[in-house]
């Protein structure tokens, strides 16, 4: 059975991908100025339909968090009060609640773009901005949240520069297939058209990955400068010295030793 914890936190990442993607896509690739009212619009419903997926699998997500911290049922959670708990005396729903401003902005610009046709520099940039900032903050659901000193800045940067950089290209698949998808059962948009797009979802789509492959690669130096120095720490340094150096298990203090004697990994 799949755990709902854990189905909700994914169709919440994939939601905040699309919605970061369609943004970005309009932005970048379609772009205001060549944009045909027809396929912007497809754009703001494919937004605003990821916005609406995207607040109720945020809230399952706390709900079910909230259950899992309670130990408890979603249901008794919601009862007793525990949800609302979460959400206003912790980081996590602080976050969420941010997000949740941010999503209100982007669902009422996505319905000024849709009914009034408003495709210029300045409705496209906002927007993008407002994506890239929605999809971002994720990263303060993360371990990353949790991490103290210079190596928390090291690893929030690098998980909000992945975030937003799985959202230009993995995000931004869907709105390409949406404004291409027409041309095979008509003639728009025009070959030319679907070339140009291509082209530039291309490009971004490049620049994604070498970001992601950055991003990734410090995030990897960072886990193992931190575990290589509580290794050493903790099983050279210390024994040596005959004193405790609490500071250098700071990787291994979410372990915990389960009665069954299997290490697992707290979440």
Known sequence: M????????????????????????????????????????????????????????????LVFLAARIAHSSAAAVLADGTAGSVLTDTQFGRVWLGRLLITVALFGLAFVRLVASARGFFFTSLQAALAALFVGTLAWSGHAAATMGHRGFVHLGGDVFHLIASAAWVGGMLPLLVFIGPRMFGSDPSLFDCFQKLKRFSTLAAWSVAVLAASGALNTWRHQICCLESHFLGYVVTPLLGIKAPKAYRCTASLSLPRNGKAVTSQ
């Not at 970005?24 to 379609?30: E, G």
């Open 2 to 61: 799949v755990d709902p914890l854990i189905a909700s936190r994914a169709v919440h990442f994939a939601s905040s991908l699309i919605v970061g993607g369609v943004a970005l896509f309009s932005a970048l690739i379609l772009q205001s100025a060549d944009a045909a009212s027809l396929a912007e619009r497809r754009q703001q419903q494919v937004m605003l339909a990821a916005l609406v997926l995207a607040v109720l699998s945020g809230a399952a997500w």
